[in-house]
């Protein structure tokens, strides 16, 4: 039976805005170096020793699914951050080609009349999705784009993490 495996990608915008400045150039994003510590990620009981960062090994068989999706460490709140585009550097041939997904959910949300009785609203989220398809390392490339609370775009930026996908 597959196994759906989480990645949470936790994004440090503030200080990569800082350090790396706006860019408007969505086909030119600026490569954030793995070795700056602005980029984690992690997964709950897959990841394989080593603590969360810009490099991850999970614990998979082919027919698994991973799902990426992403946050900022503001949450989303003050900057909010959005993968564009996936590009496989090595190893295309352990996993399919990641697409985008697109999924209403329910949400809970605090209910400040009745603490104990949460309320719930719709909303549309997103992930990015393959299946594996073999064991083996897999590098490549994350695009994604920061926004400001007002949705304005912050700028284009890019790294180049790898998954170790072991039996």
Not at 17 to 38: A, Q, V
Not at 83 to 98: D, V
Request: glycine fraction near 6%; aromatic fraction near 10%.
């Amino acid at each position: 039976m597959s196994e759906f495996i989480n990645v949470l990608i936790a994004i440090d915008a503030e200080t990569i805005l800082e350090r790396f400045g706006k860019n408007t150039d969505p086909d030119r994003p600026t490569s954030i170096p793995d070795s700056s510590n602005l980029i984690y990620m992690t997964t709950r009981q897959n990841q394989l020793g080593g603590a969360p960062g810009s490099e991850l090994t999970i614990n998979a068989s082919p027919m698994d699914i991973i799902r990426w999706r992403e946050t900022t460490l503001s949450l989303n709140s003050e900057y909010t951050g959005i993968l564009y585009r996936f590009n496989t550097l090595a190893g295309k041939e352990l996993i399919s080609t990641p697409a985008p997904r697109s999924v209403v959910l329910s949400e809970p949300q605090p209910n400040s009349q009745d603490p104990l009785n949460p309320t719930t609203q719709k909303i549309s989220s997103y992930y990015w999705e393959c299946e594996v398809l073999d064991t083996g390392t897999v590098t490549y490339n994350f695009s994604f784009m920061i926004l400001n609370h007002k949705g304005e775009k912050q700028g284009y930026y890019c790294w180049d993490p790898f998954i170790n996908i072991q039996p």
